[in-house]
T-cell receptor, first 112, second 114 residues
């Protein structure tokens, strides 16, 4: 089945370290998204991309950067991780406008 | 940008009863309203969606209603079952002018009491 795959699934890192979360998809979708989930705060949009040359900031982009290496790959980086970036991170993809978003399994990141 | 408010944050109902979750949105240009279910430890998955040219949509025990004038939409689950226990998220999206981010509500934890 076509899917959205995130690596790693779990990661513990130290304050100040650089870390990259990776997302790949086999759905053939152009649109890719990174969300952050915190208890009681729902899913908040960090960045989204329509294609390799199109990157857009979301609601909470400060402290994060992204790279769209190919249509199928969208990476999220924390240049200098801090404890309040501890959260569950989801990658998602969408096809044409007004269609369903498909989520990856999530990456649980802990910054100590 | 879009802002989505969702209520209640927690909802406990007896098995077999109905559950209603309500959301409001701020951007009158929003035109797509999906609902996602997230079971414990799993990824969110779409359960139903509605577009702005439709007022109501039903799929077996779940239904969604949309009031564009009031900028309000609701999820209705009838004859609730234990497997309905999960966190439910509403979302709104404006697909135009280059913008296309799904904005989510903060979620409702639905608890089905036996």
């Amino acid at each position: 089945d076509a899917d959205v795959t995130q690596t790693p699934r779990n990661r513990i890192t130290k304050t100040g370290k650089r870390i990259m979360l990776e997302c790949s998809q086999t759905k053939g979708h152009d649109r890719m998204y990174w969300y952050r989930q915190d208890p009681g705060l729902g899913l908040r949009l960090i960045y989204y991309s329509f294609d390799v040359k199109d990157i857009n900031k979301g609601e909470i982009s400060d402290g994060y950067s992204v790279s769209r290496q190919a249509q199928a790959k969208f990476s999220l980086s924390l240049e200098s991780a801090i404890p309040n970036q501890t959260a569950l991170y989801f990658c998602a993809t969408r096809g044409p406008r007004n269609t369903e978003a498909f989520f990856g399994q999530g990456t649980r990141l802990t910054v100590v | 940008g879009e802002n989505v408010e969702q209520h209640p944050s927690t909802l406990s109902v007896q098995e077999g009863d109905s559950a209603v979750i309500k959301c409001t949105y701020s951007d009158s240009a929003s035109n797509y309203f999906p609902w996602y279910k997230q079971e414990l430890g799993k990824r969110p998955q779409l359960i139903i969606d509605i577009r702005s040219n439709v007022g109501e949509k039903k799929d077996q025990r779940i239904a969604v209603t949309l009031n564009k004038t009031a900028k309000h939409f609701s999820l209705h689950i009838t004859e609730t079952q234990p497997e309905d226990s999960a966190v439910y998220f509403c979302a709104a999206t404006y697909s135009g002018g280059g913008a296309d981010g799904l904005t989510f509500g903060k979620g409702t934890h639905l608890i089905i009491q036996p």
